[in-house]
């Protein structure tokens, strides 16, 4: 338990240095926007670039981990994003709310936490998780995003205005050249590295910081917040890891260390992602900011929870 919350704590540091900053006037209302501008089309970008390009992709190629973690993150975006479709949601609201149920924290808690709860044998895999969650599902997302905030009603005009607007989002362009990297043998020049290293070390924390900013904005809480997210804390915490650890064992037959890695990477509480896609895309963003916020409280007890009951 101890741990656990020595990871999580700089975490609510962050959130609260935002949220205090905001409440004393040091950063003005505009400041929420613009810093989230700068992990999108700055921090982010540099980070998933980075994480791609040095993936040493023969040791973490792990098919059944990569089955079992994906599955889980899989099940969980898609059936919530189905089950908000259903209600009348806007594509683009039902996708950031799958996001809120699917997308673990695994880059900026996942690694720390893994290395002191299971080793360092943990870390090829937590990039794995972190390679699926960061790129894949977050690419998928924006692609859903996208087709749901287009007007055009023909499908070849409505393709051509996907795919401009996916050619120059930065979170998709920067892992594919990051992957040419490894793809076509070269090394990345020294300078070039650290800078890269910089500026994608600034991505989590000025978003936990932005995450702050929002939540020190004065605004009304509803009965349907508090549901929706409660529903997605669910989802996240115990829905994601439940079908993870049943892939796992139940159908991949993973090893135990394989199977603790992925079920605790599931159990992490919802990453910054999808409220910087909430920003970016001007989408409603309270429900995803107290997502991320119950969920890294309530992570502490659940996953101590976990560790203890695995041993």
């Known amino acids: 338990m101890f741990s656990t919350l020595m990871v999580v704590l700089p975490i609510f540091a962050l959130i609260f240095a935002g949220w205090l900053a905001r409440r004393i006037g040091v950063l003005g209302p505009h400041a929420t926007s613009e810093l989230n501008r700068f992990v999108v089309y700055l921090a982010l970008p540099a980070l998933l670039f980075d994480i791609v390009a040095h993936a040493n992709w023969v040791d973490i190629w792990q098919p059944g981990f990569i089955a079992a973690f994906g599955l889980g993150s899989a099940l969980v975006f898609g059936g919530t994003v189905a089950i908000r479709l259903r209600g009348t949601r806007h594509l683009a609201d039902a996708v950031l709310d799958g996001l809120n149920a699917g997308y673990a924290n695994t880059g900026f808690i996942g690694f720390p936490l893994a290395v002191v709860a299971l080793g360092r044998g943990a870390l090829a895999p937590t990039l794995v998780a972190t ?55 070269l090394a990345i020049p020294g300078p070039v590295e650290t800078f890269f290293k910089l500026l994608g070390g600034a991505a989590s924390p000025s978003a936990l910081v932005a995450l702050g900013l929002f939540l020190a904005n004065t605004r009304k809480s509803t009965e349907r917040t508090a549901g929706s997210t409660a529903f997605l804390v669910m989802c996240k915490l115990v829905a994601q890891p439940l079908i993870t650890w049943v892939a796992a064992t139940q159908i991949f037959g993973l090893s135990p260390m394989l199977t603790h890695t992925a079920v605790l990477l599931a159990a992490l509480p919802t990453g910054t992602g999808p409220f910087m896609l909430a920003e970016f895309y001007n989408r409603e963003a309270e429900v995803t900011s107290n997502a991320i916020l119950v969920s890294t409280i309530l992570s502490v007890l659940t996953v101590s929870a976990y560790l203890a009951i695995a041993g």
């Open 131 to 185: 390679i699926m969650t960061v790129c894949i599902l977050f690419a998928v997302a924006i692609v859903l995003i996208e087709i749901g905030l287009q007007t055009e009603r023909q499908r070849a005009k409505l393709a051509l205005k996907v795919t401009k607007s996916l050619v120059r989002n930065p979170l998709l362009v920067a892992p594919v050249l990051g992957a040419l990297i490894p793809i076509a043998g």
